[in-house]
Nanobody, 119 residues
Framework: QVQLVESGGGLVQAGGSLRLSCAASGRTFRTYAMGWFRQAPGKQRELVATISSGGSSNYAASVKGRFTISRDNAENTMYLQMNSLKPEDTAVYYC?????????????WGQGTPVTVSS
């Protein structure tokens, strides 16, 4: 069982920056594909960014150029650096881990960390 704990959320003004962290308990964190999702009030959860076990990243068009996903396998931690924040970025941000076995992939979620961007 993989435990994920997000931190770093908070209140920030538009144009500001925030760095989210996701700490994982897994013994093989380096093999996990990881991602950040967010859910704004009244909206569905959406993909923000992903990062593979090898460090390859992908971003939603809405955050590309502003957000940077990264991971530190030695620390079992994934990060999301959020710059040039907009009010539209306001959401609860969730960490996700995709843990692959020989026959299936299991997904694990953190409890989320709220981000509020004021105008």
């Amino acid at each position: 069982q993989v435990q994920l704990v997000e931190s770093g959320g908070g209140l920030v003004q538009a144009g500001g920056s925030l760095r989210l962290s996701c700490a994982a308990s897994g013994r093989t964190f380096r093999t996990y594909a990881m991602g950040w999702f967010r859910q704004a009030p009244g909206k569905q959860r959406e993909l923000v960014a992903t990062i593979s076990s090898g460090g390859s990243s992908n971003y939603a068009a809405s955050v590309k150029g502003r957000f940077t996903i990264s991971r530190d396998n030695a620390e079992n931690t994934m990060y999301l650096q959020m710059n040039s924040l907009k009010p539209e970025d306001t959401a609860v941000y969730y960490c996700n881990a995709a843990v692959r076995s020989d026959y299936e992939t299991n997904h694990y979620w953190g409890q989320g960390t709220p981000v509020t961007v004021s105008s």
